[in-house]
């Protein structure tokens, strides 16, 4: 009895053990070793806490707790060393001081960085409202650009349960560099008429996932640019905003093509646009948007709900010079369009509701006479 008692307990000590070994280090921000009260200014000790965690030979947890802080910055660079979780519970306030972050254009960055978690139910608030009336950038070359609130340039992560990004003054979260990365529950809010607050742009990374979403702003709700790969865009509610778009495609030589795109099951409501793929005129051929697929999608209220812009030219930035370059280089435009039982109706006063094409000649089919391209691509019965 007293033997099998012995290897009992000898077994329990062996599973506390092994539990407490599995168990992250935990990196508090508010502790004594870091020294944050809920109020002040968070940069210095959130900073520490990072390398601490990024130091840490096994995973390890960041946690900033339920509170209000001012953050200036953050610069979260890899590699670490095992994976780490960032648990933002606490409201977190950029400057509105007019100051620039190190990074102009970033509030927050994690760059090379593999297994990283974020969640937490915490906001980054971008406090951006004093910015957007003076941002220029879309007619002003030399303008400053402002700080995005979130960028990623991750592997093998998620941003998930719920992470708010709040009045970003720029791009909510951009999305670069990344590859396997899963956006799951996040909440992006800025009003309807704040400039330039895309919810999420991605470029240049492949297999991303963004899922159970909420994303109303200014601009595209999400934003797909060349390089992109893999990407599905599932239960996202859009609005307000411009609507999901691929592109614009085509302003650069040499920009690598966007492939394997799926959004579905996707609302838009209350936005200036739907689903739009935008290339700018005279596209040079590298630029290429191929599998791209649009499935159950609900749109309530939108203005223009289907939009496949050749001609993208937004405040008159097709200098002719720049026409004339890119009209030497070979324009090959390979879309194949296939366009299926759609069903919009039409509630405003100006209707009937259009169907246009223009250099597009896409494959109809099941979709209502009226909507169809019937003049300009020639509809068959
Ligand atoms: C993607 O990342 C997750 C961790 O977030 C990991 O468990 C999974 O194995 C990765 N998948 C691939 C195909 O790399
Ligand atoms: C991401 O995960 C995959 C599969 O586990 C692995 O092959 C790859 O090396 C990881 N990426 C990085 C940057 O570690
Ligand atoms: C999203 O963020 C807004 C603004 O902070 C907030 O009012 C709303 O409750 C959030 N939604 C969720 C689901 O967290
Ligand atoms: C992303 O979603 C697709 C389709 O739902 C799924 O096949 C894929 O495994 C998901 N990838 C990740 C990394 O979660
Ligand atoms: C959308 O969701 C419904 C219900 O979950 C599902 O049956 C359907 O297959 C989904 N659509 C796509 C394109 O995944
Ligand atoms: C902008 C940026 O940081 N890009 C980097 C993202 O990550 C990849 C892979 O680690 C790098 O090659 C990029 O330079």
Sequence with gaps: MAHKLNSMAMILFLLLASTAKAEPGVFDVTTATYGVKPGP????ALAKAWNDACASPSASIVVVLSGTYKLREASFKGPCKAPIEIRVQGILHAPTDGSRPTKKDTWVGFEHVNMLSLSGGGTFDGQGALSWSKNDCNKNKNCKSNAINLRFNITNSTVQDIITSLNSKNVHMNVFGCKNVTFQHVNITAPGESVNTDGIHIGHSTAINITDANIGTGDDCVSIGHGSKEITVTKVTCGPGHGISIGSLGKYLNEEPVVGIRVNNCTLRNTQNGLRIKTWPASPSAS?????????????????????????????????????????AILYVAVAYHVADIDLT?????????????????TITRVTKALACATSAGLKK
């Design 41 to 44: 200014d968070i940069t210095q």
């Design 288 to 328: 290429t948007a191929s599998a791209i697929h649009f499935e159950d999608i609900i749109m309530v209220n939108v203005g223009n709900p289907v939009l496949i812009d050749q001609k993208y030219c937004p405040w008159n930035q097709c200098k002719k010079k720049f026409h004339r370059e890119l009209r030497s």
């Design 346 to 362: 039409y509630n405003g006063k100006k209707g009937p509701l259009t169907f246009q094409c223009s250099n597009v000649k896409p």
